[in-house]
DNA sequence: CTTGAACCTCCAGCCACTGGAGGTCCCATA
DNA sequence: TATGGGACCTCCAGTGGCTGGAGGTTCAAG
């Protein structure tokens, strides 16, 4: 009998390309990530290509999968930081994910009342010159608003 | 009898710190707008203050209510453009409006999922100690979505 | 005339990457 | 073993839409 069991997968070698096809993330966002110390230093070939281990690739798909849900990087830091330290309370995780959901909750309100403007902008418009559409009017009403929402998001 | 009605108002003349309070958009950036080429250059004092007319005033406003309603740079220099030739069919802003509007849609969707699955994610955590951490394990769980949604957005 | 707030220019920095230039390495096939 | 071409390397500049600071000048009120 052979003994493949003493190959532990947590090893294996994978170059920053199959990294990428694996998680999703391109190849220079995953250099960027070990530039910025998101992701540790992977081992090297002798010419220098990087080789990640499956520690890599779990760490990247925990970041990966953070950023998609809107997380900042900051954020991203301590719950990796977190992670890392499994006896340590989660308190800090919880708190962050509710920080995330507030913080989700007060762009979609502020999405939801430009969707509405814009809709109505839109619906009044009857095409012809530019000179009667009421899409340009409304955007040329410069006070329109002014102390209602200078909550910035920019979209 | 003064004869006031000589000093018609689009001459009036305004420092950038008027326009800055009158519009809710910072000196800084109005004096970026001006480098961009979406305000034009002002009259300039002897000393060499920018002074402003009201066409600026209005230009200004019509800038910021359409930033504030989500359209990038060079849909408002389309939209701009479009407003300074009255005599023009006004498709191109029903157009850049629907897509907008279209845009917003995405976003919308996308968050109200982040939402969803952030909201299950704080839901399931119960305290404790990290390595049993709803949170962070559904964070390591880098299968996860893989193929769902990879439309990225960041939050 | 003095004060100090407002203004000026220039330039660097923010976030989270992205892309290009110019070169090197790896490995499958002939 | 040679070769071709794709994957990889580093370095650096650019993206959008501003923002802030340094260091100096101008303006207007008192």
Redesign the interface.
């Known amino acids: 009998m052979d003994q493949p069991m003493r190959e532990i997968p947590a090893a294996a070698r994978h170059a920053i390309g199959e990294l990428a096809r694996r998680?999703?993330v391109k190849a220079t966002t995953i250099r960027w990530y070990e530039q910025e110390g998101l992701l540790p230093p992977p081992a090297r070939s002798e010419g220098g290509h990087r080789l990640y281990s499956d520690d890599h690739?779990?760490r990247?798909?925990?970041i990966?999968?953070?950023?998609?849900?809107?997380?900042a990087m900051p954020a991203i830091r301590t719950?990796l930081g977190?992670?890392g330290?499994?006896?340590?309370?989660?308190?800090t995780?919880?708190a962050l994910?509710?920080a995330?959901?507030a913080?989700?909750?007060s762009?979609?309100r502020r999405?939801?009342a430009?969707?509405t403007?814009?809709?109505g902008?839109?619906a009044a418009?009857e095409?012809?010159?530019?000179?009667?559409?009421r899409?340009?009017e409304?955007?040329?009403?410069?006070?329109?608003?002014?102390c209602q929402?200078?909550e910035?998001?920019?979209?």
Do not use: V, W, Y
């Open positions: 998680t999703g690739l779990r990247l798909g925990f990966r999968h953070a950023r998609e849900l809107g997380f719950l977190l992670a330290r499994p006896r340590e309370d989660c308190t995780a919880h994910a509710k995330q959901i913080e989700i909750d762009r979609l999405l939801e430009l969707r403007e814009l809709a902008m839109a418009c095409g012809g010159p530019a000179q009667d559409c899409i340009l409304t955007l040329a009403d410069f006070e329109h608003g002014h929402h200078h910035h998001e920019t979209g």
